[in-house]
Structure formats: structure tokens, C-alpha cells
């Protein structure tokens, strides 16, 4: 299984980016997807789940700033990032779940790193 996060970098406050995540090794349209982010000396964080009907939930944090999406024909789920802020510079990590037989089977990819800076 693997789980390949692309698209970070460094912008400015108040700029986008648009991070990809394609899964491999799975049957992607039955896996719930997510991001999730790791700041410098914090704990990693929720950032926007969706599930397998497409259902998006977000952090407080960023809601109505970023949106998550997913195309199962391309096995893959996307992050759009608007009015990005100092704050949101951290590393980006996808993650694919699913409950088979009342156990969680999580598979995290890599992460990219995107900071928000002048």
C-alpha cells in the first residue's frame, strides 16, 4: 500500500495551493480519506476527512478556506487551499481508513510540507 502526497511549498499569506494524495495497493473507493497536518512541536491534527459518498468534514480551523475532494476513478483525493495563513505552515499527511470485522485499518502516506510565509 502506498499513499504518495504531493503539491506542498512555500507561499505567501493569503495564497493557494492544491495538495494530491494518490493511494496505491487498495481498493481506494471503499477507504474513508483524509489530511491531516503536524506543526513544529504540536500534535498531528484533523484537517478535512471525506468519505466514500463524498461526505467532507473539516477542522474548524479551516473551514471555508479549504476544500477536500476525491476522484475515484484516478485514486486519488485532493486538498484546495485558499487564504492560507502563517498558521496552516505545517506538514500535510494523507490518510486512508476503513473498519473491516470491527478493526481500523489506517495506511498514512509520507507527507509534504507547506509553509505559509512573507
Known amino acids: 500500500v502506498q499513499l504518495q502526497a504531493s503539491g506542498g511549498g512555500l507561499v505567501q499569506p493569503g495564497g493557494s495551493l492544491r495538495l494530491s494524495c494518490s493511494a496505491s495497493?487498495?481498493?481506494?473507493?471503499?477507504?474513508?480519506m483524509g489530511w491531516y497536518r503536524q506543526a513544529p512541536g504540536k500534535q498531528r491534527e484533523l484537517v478535512a476527512v471525506?468519505?466514500?459518498?463524498?461526505?467532507?468534514n473539516y477542522a474548524d480551523s479551516v473551514k471555508g478556506r479549504f476544500t477536500i475532494s476525491r476522484d475515484n476513478a484516478k485514486n486519488t483525493i485532493y486538498l484546495q487551499m485558499d487564504s492560507l495563513e502563517p498558521e496552516d505552515t505545517a506538514v500535510y499527511y494523507c490518510?486512508?481508513?476503513?473498519?473491516?470485522?470491527?478493526?481500523?485499518?489506517?495506511?498514512w502516506g509520507q507527507g509534504t510540507l507547506v509553509t505559509v510565509s512573507s
Open positions: 495497493g487498495i481498493i481506494f473507493s471503499i477507504y474513508g
Open positions: 471525506i468519505s466514500t459518498g463524498s461526505t467532507a
Open positions: 490518510r486512508a481508513e476503513r473498519t473491516i470485522l470491527g478493526r481500523n485499518q489506517v495506511y
